[in-house]
């Protein structure tokens, strides 16, 4: 059974960081491209951060300097360091594993900025 758990969420007063873990399981995951998509309040889910095999990333503007995308293959795990954070960056986040046809989507973890 694939599982990829977020974890890390939480309040965080606005110009505060978080680290976010997901870990993986039932998959071969250093085949899998991975990425982070938050979803806001009243938003449309969107893309913060890929990673993709060959160590690139990419982030949209709104992201770009603020957060990095990293992964550890030996453990399974991806992580999204946030830093300068805003209300804006309010949402579910949620960590996204992708293979040929194949995509998997945790279930998301809860993150609040506060003005």
């Known amino acids: 059974q694939v599982q990829l758990v977020e974890s890390g969420g939480g309040l965080v007063h606005s110009g505060g960081s978080l680290r976010l873990p997901c870990a993986a399981s039932g998959i071969r995951f250093s085949l899998y491209t991975v990425a982070w998509y938050c979803q806001g309040p009243g938003k449309e889910r969107e893309a913060v951060a890929r990673l993709a095999l060959d160590g690139k990333t990419n982030y949209p503007e709104s992201t770009e300097g603020r957060f990095t995308i990293s992964r550890d293959n030996d453990k399974n795990m991806v992580y999204l360091q946030m830093n300068s954070l805003t209300p804006d960056d309010t949402g579910e986040y949620y960590c996204?594993?992708?293979?040929?046809?194949?995509?998997?989507w945790g279930k998301g973890t809860l993150v609040t900025v506060s003005s």
């Open positions: 996204v594993a992708r293979w040929g046809g194949e995509t998997y």
